[in-house]
């Protein structure tokens, strides 16, 4: 439990979301977060003894009204441990600020998580990428505004938290063994984050090609900041939902529809290869 | 009020001033572009200070007015004057007017604007079309989506139409207008990019730079209406900034000005070609 020494209006409402749902949970508690992203949700029918929470129903919380994101935290076992998962995500896009957009990770947090992994789909900008890859992440570039602006909750990290590891390096070797054991191709890369909700323009991806990204998103990072403020490691998946273009052909078509049946088609593996990681953690 | 009554709202006030006219195309005027407008047929001028809930353009070279009339043979209603970012107005008020006239039933959009070269070809007063850009200004769909307006995810393939670029190219070569086509980046602004900047936005793919145009076009894009875009290059790139180099606001309205009438041309033959 995150302590409140401050009375930081953001610890208390953090505290009470997480009362709300320790009253429904009781002692359980869940060593391993998760944010499954659009169309990836399929991973939680795989968690048993599950308690499902609508985030609609906990105190003080956004609601999640992206294509494809239910908006429920799923609590169960899942490959031997306790996790909390996060069906449907919070988007900047959406409109809120982002000390909404991270809440729910600091509940996971408060929880006393001592993993978050993170998924997406993205679309790819690197050209070797295929509509279906997965992607681990091995590095960020935020694009989107930093959920740490405004007076810094020391209760929960430094006020300048190092970034030299976003993503963890065992996590990454932990997943590329466990792929290479189940034969999936993994491919590996940096994600950049931008606002959206439009997608990119042809001139933005070359950009972010030139930058050194490998596939982009609207979300993700400011899970990551939070979580990696807190000291807490972190592993990250994307599911390649789009595939870059140099020039785009006359009847070429782009549209939100094409982007969750993709990452349906790619979830059933991304479950597989999460489901195992968690299984071989310590 | 909510975004969607104002959008209603501003609206009304404009179909009741402007007679049951139903214009096709609208057109933005950038900074010191404002001159095409002298050439709308039977104009109706609607201030911005008159409409309900409109904010008031503050910019130098920009007047703040709609004006409903005809150009080559269409109805238009085009801006005098644009909002800007960096005036300190949201981008729902950003991008009112244009939501505006998507309810007015606009079929195009035009944009044009004032940018500075970050191409090293590039000359002051060069008529820049422009093919694509990239947005470093907030997005103005963020927030919940307008579903009346369009998708939650539109796409951004073709920001600019490439039907109406090339026509344009026809016309600018028959009339012997030289033309640039180009990336135009947008950024808040209000203060001009360093030459480190430029040097950035060079090396991500940027041929002119601004602090308008791409909300406006994202917006309309929102609603599937097919846009075209012209910079005029007010500015040049300078690879390391010279000891006496100075950039001023009134420079930029010139060249623009001088400019204007060849930008005017082609936007007039592309409306009548429509």
Do not use: W
Not at chain 1, 68 to 75: A, S
Not at chain 1, 254 to 261: L, P
Not at chain 2, 120 to 136: A, E, P, Q, R
Request: proline letters at 6%; aromatic letters at 8%.
């Amino acid at each position: 439990m995150i302590k409140n020494k401050t009375m930081d209006k953001r610890i208390e409402t953090i505290h009470t979301a997480s009362d709300y749902i320790s009253k429904i949970i009781g002692g359980m508690t869940p060593e391993i977060g998760i944010v499954l992203g659009s169309g990836l949700g399929r991973l939680a029918d795989k968690i048993v003894d599950k308690i499902e929470i609508p985030y609609k129903d906990i105190p003080e919380f956004p609601v999640s009204t992206a294509v494809g994101h239910e908006g429920k935290f799923i609590l169960g076992r899942l490959g031997g441990k306790q996790v909390i998962a996060m069906k449907g995500r919070i988007h900047y896009y959406e409109g809120y600020g982002m000390n909404m957009v991270v809440l729910p990770i600091r509940v996971m947090i408060n929880f006393g998580i001592k993993t978050l992994i993170v998924s997406n789909a993205a679309g790819g900008v690197n050209f070797d990428f295929k509509v279906g890859n997965l992607m681990i992440i091995k590095d960020h570039i935020n694009l989107l505004p930093n959920p740490l602006i405004g007076p810094n909750i020391d209760e929960l990290g430094p006020r300048f938290p190092d970034m030299t590891r976003p993503y963890d390096l065992k996590l990454i070797a932990l997943a590329k063994k466990v792929a290479a054991e189940m034969d999936i191709e993994i491919k590996e890369g940096v994600y950049l984050g931008s606002t959206g909700p439009s997608y990119e323009t042809p001139a933005e991806y070359k950009f972010f090609r030139r930058a050194g990204a490998d596939a982009v998103g609207m979300s993700t990072i400011p899970e990551v900041i939070v979580a990696r403020h807190a000291g807490v490691p972190v592993f990250g998946i994307s599911v390649i939902t789009n595939e870059a273009h140099d020039d785009y052909a006359e009847d070429y078509v782009n549209d939100g529809n094409d982007v969750v049946a993709a990452a349906n088609a790619a979830a059933v593996k991304m479950t597989a290869l999460i489901e195992n990681m968690i299984k071989e953690m310590e | 009020m909510t975004n969607i009554e104002a959008i209603h709202a501003a609206s009304h006030y404009v179909k009741e001033h402007i007679g049951g006219l139903s214009p096709e195309v609208g057109i933005v005027l950038g900074s010191g572009l404002g001159k095409l407008s002298d050439e709308i047929k039977d104009p109706i001028t609607i201030p911005y200070s008159a409409i309900p809930g409109f904010p008031i353009s503050t910019a130098i070279g920009h007047k703040g007015n709609y004006i409903i009339g005809t150009l080559g043979g269409k109805t238009v209603i085009a801006m005098q004057g644009r909002i800007h970012y960096y005036e300190g107005y949201p981008m729902n008020l950003v991008t009112l007017p244009i939501r505006v006239m998507k309810v007015l039933g606009i079929k195009y959009l035009f944009v044009s604007n004032a940018a500075g070269g970050t191409n090293f070809d590039y000359s002051v007063g060069d008529l820049m079309i422009i093919k694509d850009h990239i947005n470093l200004l907030p997005n103005p769909l963020i927030g919940q989506n307008l579903d009346e307006f369009g998708p939650r995810f539109p796409d951004m393939t073709r920001p600019y139409e490439p039907s109406l670029i090339k026509k344009a190219e026809e016309i600018a070569e028959k009339e012997g207008i030289k033309l640039r086509k180009g990336v135009y980046l947008a950024l808040s602004g209000p203060c001009y990019e360093t030459p480190a900047e430029y040097g950035f936005y060079r090396s991500v793919g940027a041929d002119a730079v601004g602090m308008s145009t791409t909300p406006e076009v994202i917006v309309a894009r929102h609603s599937s209406i097919p846009c075209f875009g012209m910079s005029v290059i007010t500015d040049i790139a300078h690879a390391t900034d010279d000891e006496d180099y100075v950039t001023d606001g009134e420079a930029i309205v010139k060249a623009a000005d001088a400019a204007a009438d060849r930008m005017s041309l082609i936007f007039r033959k592309l409306i009548e070609s429509l």
